[in-house]
């Protein structure tokens, strides 16, 4: 299959994610861990975007094959963290924690690493 994202969608894209990943646990009223996993994770997609060769950052340090390579370990670390802990005491925790993977297992598995950034 060939994946149809490629490194300019996938750029808008997690930074939409590192932005959702800050704001909304605060617009959701989410307490302790299920406010501080997301925000970590927002923090390092913030910043690993930031840094990623792709048109929107701020300065190209990784390549965005590395930008995935980092993706694939990040991943299922944030999935293992959430299974570990378990923020779910919160009503809107699981849905906001459900929809948050979903997201972006499906970013990840839709993009195309080896594709070259358009200048």
Request: hydrophobic share 50%; proline share 7%.
């Amino acid at each position: 299959m060939t994946q149809p994202i490629k490194v300019e969608a996938h750029s808008v894209v997690d930074y939409g994610f590192a932005a959702v990943s800050l704001a909304l646990p605060f617009a959701l009223g989410l307490k302790g861990a299920a406010r501080a996993i997301p925000m970590a994770w927002g923090a390092g997609q913030g910043t690993l975007n930031a840094l990623t060769d792709q048109p929107y950052a701020l300065r190209r340090v990784v390549s965005f094959k590395g930008h995935g390579q980092a993706e694939a370990v990040a991943l299922p670390a944030l999935v293992a963290t959430v299974a570990l802990m378990r923020p779910f005491e919160q009503r809107a925790a699981k849905p906001f924690f459900g929809a948050l993977l979903t997201a972006l297992v499906s970013n990840y598995a839709l993009t195309d690493y080896d594709a070259k950034p358009m200048r």
